[in-house]
Each structure stands twice: as C-alpha cells, then as structure tokens.
C-alpha cells in the first residue's frame, strides 16, 4: 500500500472527482469546494477509502469534495503540497503512516516537517496487517513458521523499502527471532506478482491484498496482526489471541490539515468524519475492501501519529533500514 520512495522529485499525477451537486451559501452563491489530496494514482484503495463517506461529508460541510490525486515520494509530494496550502479548511490530506511517521526517519528530506507542518484532523479507516505463508513453504500455524525461519532465511518481499510492508516484517523477524531476506519491489503490482509466482516464503500485507490468494490456496495465513478477526478471514487468529500484542500493526488513514488552519474549521471537519463513520453503509463498503472504520478525533489521532513515528523511527533505526537496502537478520559477510 506504500508507493516507491525512489523519486523525491517526481512529477504528480493530477484527477479531481467532485462529489454531489455543488453545495451553495445562504446567500445562494456556490461554495468552494474542499479538496482531498491522496498520495496514490486514482482507482485505488485511497479511492475506495475516501468515496464512501464523501456524501455525508458533502452534507454536513456544506461544500463539495473533490479527491485531487499526487502520487510520488512514498506521499511526500502530496504531503507538502498539503502543508504549503492555505490554512483555511479548504485543502486536506489523506494521510497514511508514509508521510506523517516513517519518512522523515527514512530519506533525507528537510522541505518541510509534518510535526510542525500539518496537523491530524481525523483518522478514517485502517487495514490490519497479514502474516502468510506460500503454500510451499508447508507451515500451518506460527509454531511452523518460526521453525523454519530459524533452520534459514525466509524470503519475504514489499512495495519498497520502508514501506509497511517491510516495517511490519522487520518487528515480525526481531520479535519472533527468524531470520529473513527482504526483497524491496519497485511497487505493490510486482510485489502480487512475486506473490502469484511463489517467488516469497513469506508477507505481511494488508488483508484486501492477500484474500484472494488465500481462498486460492496459493497463500496460507498465519495470523492477523490485530487485536480482533477480520471479518473476511474469522478462521484465522490474531496475534493479540496469540499472546504477541507487540505484533499489532496496520495500514491507517485519515485526514490532515495545514497546522494553521482555524481550530472551529478543524472541528467542524473532525465531527463530519466521524458522524461519516458511523453510517452502516459505511462500515460495509470498507468490509468489502478489507477495511474496517477506525474513528479517532483530533487528539486521539495526533496521539497515534506520535507513537507511529517513535516505532517507526526507533524500527528503522534498529534495522539500519534505507532506501538503499536494509539488514536482513542474516550473518554478516566479512
């Protein structure tokens, strides 16, 4: 779910969608609209996270939404184009863990700081992370997998480096004590394709990616790095049910704002996505992409954002990983 970081200067990729007819003043002249920048092409999961509650915001903010798309540098540029915006509630960000908690500890970037920068509004929806086997690797169960990840190096794969993905699997390999050899592909297309192939051991990836391989059988899952059971794999445990509460990781979004923005607009749009949230038809249609609403207010989203960034940091710290390259778990070839 994280692009590659390869291109801190790549050009952006441009869509606006407008939701519902445009709103109007009292005055009976036509709002501006607010627009939502995602960090990935269109089409994708940010799509389909944002579309369901784009009504119900259009409704209570009395404005239209438009999803305005700049995909490149792991969600840099869509972040700073967010963070250079004016402050008046009028430009947002989908935000996700790649700007707000792991770059800044990743490239060596300093044209702008998403601490000071921007600001959390409201997270939105979250995708638990899952750990799967290759069917040919021939383990059922955690207790197999550390087995063999102890006899030799599983080879395991994400969408980049320093993408969750890879993140996700660097806690897995120090918390369980397996080794790994992590291949960083140049994106999520070939990182499925490597997964069809049988060219990974093992993947931590979000469940709206991994089910179909699942119900194919090419993927077995060994647990859900969440606190409760999906709803599309109830078979499979968590590894909170495991007694590892230390492997709880998942893929969030939500919306962030220019950090000066008006406190009474930032609470206003806090209120409308939450409210948005707690429509059923909502919580089905993120069922339906391997989502699962995930409300949290201005405080208790900025309180997140806070500790990702310390996990992330201290992570990518411990693993010496890059863009470059990362340690595996392996001996050291001298």
Sequence with gaps: MTPSRRDLVGAAAVLSLACGPGARHASGQAASPIK?????????????SMQPILPFLTRSLGSDIVLEYMAGSGGDLAAFAVAKASPDGRTLLF?????????PHLLQQSFFDP???????????????VLCAHDKLNVKDLDGLIAAGKSRALVTGSSGNGSMQHLAGEVLRRAVGIQTLHIP??????????????????????????????????LIPIAVMAEKRLAKLPGVPTFAELGRADLVIDA???LVAPAATPSDMLGRIEQATLQALREPSVATAYDAIGGIPAP????????????????????????????????TGLPDRR
């Design 185 to 218: 592909f140049a994106g999520g297309g070939p990182l499925q394709e490597a997964l069809v192939k049988g060219a990974l051991d093992i993947v931590c990836e979000t469940g709206s990616n991994v089910v179909r391989h699942i119900q194919e059988g090419r």
């Design 296 to 327: 949290l207010g201005q405080a208790a989203f900025a309180a997140k954002v806070a500790a990702e960034t310390v996990r992330w940091r201290d992570t990518i710290a411990s693993a010496r990983i890059s863009p470059l390259g990362t340690q």
């Design 115 to 129: 601490a000071r920068d921007l600001v959390p509004v409201a997270q939105v929806i979250a995708f638990p992370i």
């Design 36 to 48: 939502v920048v995602i960090a990935f092409p269109p089409g994708g999961t940010s799509t389909a």
């Design 95 to 103: 935000g996700h863990a790649g700007p707000l908690a792991i770059n």
């Design 252 to 254: 969030w979004f939500g």
